[in-house]
Structure formats: C-alpha cells, structure tokens
C-alpha cells in the first residue's frame, strides 16, 4: 500500500507565504511519476481547508491499516512557531514545537505540536517506508537578528509578546522542547526537517515562480540520475550542499530510523521505479 499526505498552506491572514502550495503539487507529480504512487493514493490539503482537525483527521486516514512493506509519505510545508505554556498553578513549565494549521491561534486547540506527532507516529510499525518532510521552522524569537533577503520569506511566525515572555522564562528555568528532530529520534520514519532549531527555513522564488528552498532542492536532487538510489543521508548533505552554495543559510536534518535513512527515498519496491534524468 502507498499513500501521501501533502499540506500547503500560504492563506495565512497577516503572515501570508507564496511556494508552499506548489511544494505540495511538485510532490505529487514527483511521486507519481518516479515512485509509484497513483493519484488514488495522495489526499492535498490546501488553505482554508487545512485546519488542525482536517490535518489530524487525514492523518488518521494515513496511518489507519499500516502494514510492513507499505510506503507512506507525510509533507508539510507552511509556518511553524515556538510555543510555551503554563500549568494550572501559572508557572511556565512546558515549550512545544508546533506547526501551523490555517486556524492557528497560538492555543493548543489550533497547533499540532512535537508530542502529538510523537504520540500519531509512535504506532507505525516497523517494516514502513514512512518519510515526514517539514519545510517549516520554530524560531520566530530569532527572526529579528538579520535582515531578509530580498524576495525570501521566512517559514515561521513571530511569537505574540506574551508568548515571547513565557518562552524566554522557560529558558532561564532550563525547559526546551522536545522537538521534531527529538521526537522523530526513536520512531520508524525518516524526518527531513528544513533547518536546524535555531534556523529559519526560506519561502523563496527559483525562476520567477515561488517554492520552499528545501521543497525544491530536495526535489531537484532526487530528480538526478542517481537522487533515488541515493540513501536519504546522502540525498541531504547534497541538499545542504546546495543551499549553502546558492546563499542559503539553513541546514536541513535528517533524523530518524538509521534503516530508512540508510535506504533511498521511499525505496520499498524501487526497483519499479523508472528514472527519468530530463525530471
């Protein structure tokens, strides 16, 4: 069984971005053109249609029924943000990586956070080829540091003052948050995160037309002769690689399963897989 999941969301009000619906759409043609996957087996979610109920009830849809020799693929591309809260008592006591549904409001009620993907993800079983992508970042308290290039958007939202405050007492009580990367570190999938914690992820334009600065490297280097028989730890030094040498800062992870890092992506059954060097 194969099966994607893809959300794009620029819609944001007030923090709007420009590639990540086409991130989502590149994906899908690329995976049904060079790994197999039918049109059957992809479920898009776009803008105002990707709240965190239709994110976390696709999800479910995703991982329902997963058996060893499956192939699924989760990618989200939009905003992520840096949260903090505090308990009954009002003392700062927990710090979440988020990413951010259309209906985001800086509650937990509209955020998909690090533990819950922790706890979706925990019951994939061993023997799936499960790749999670988020071009995305969690450092909206770094976002004053430097100025944007030109015509680049950051993936992440500037944290609310109040927000702000919770975060930076976490901080000197020594609380930090789980995170993706760390949260992805026992489970049976591959992560491709766009940056390091401490990075911001660029919306960019390549040719007039706007993408992820991950989304389109990643898909650039897999589109090679050699990007699919690549293993995932050599697809992302040469995504690095290339982002670095065309001026880009981040530094996308890869964490995870060393068995699926060590394989190609999505490599159950690649060799089906056709390669076309024109992609």
Sequence with gaps: MNRALLVGINAYPGNELRGCINDI??????????????????????DE?????????????LLSGLRSGDRILFHYSGHGALMSFRNPQG???????????????????????DTDFNDLFDSVPQGVEFVW?????????????????????????????????????????????????????????????????????ADASFNGRANGALTF???????????????????????????GKNGYDQVPQLEGSPVIEARGFL???SSAVQINPLW
């Design 267 to 269: 490599a159950q059954n």
């Design 91 to 113: 003392e700062v006591d927990r710090v979440h990586d988020a990413i951010c549904p259309i209906d985001f409001d800086w509650s937990e009620a509209h955020a998909i956070t």
């Design 25 to 46: 759409k590149d994906m899908a043609d690329f995976i049904v053109a060079k790994c197999s996957f039918s049109k059957a087996d992809i479920r898009l979610l776009t």
């Design 133 to 201: 992508i988020s071009d995305s970042c969690h450092s909206g308290h770094l976002i004053t540091k430097e100025p944007p290039k030109m015509d680049i958007r950051r993936k992440t939202i500037v944290p609310p003052a109040d927000m702000e405050w919770r975060i930076q007492v976490a901080r000197e009580k020594g609380i930090h948050s789980l995170g993706f990367t760390r949260a992805s570190s026992k489970l049976n999938l591959a992560l491709i995160a766009g940056c390091k914690s401490d990075q911001t992820s």
């Design 49 to 61: 249609r990707a709240t965190k109920a239709a994110i976390v009830e696709r999800l479910g849809w």
């Design 217 to 243: 490297y990643l898909l650039k280097e897999l589109g090679t002769q050699v990007g699919l028989k690549e293993p995932l730890t050599k697809v992302i030094k040469d995504v690095q690689a290339s982002l």
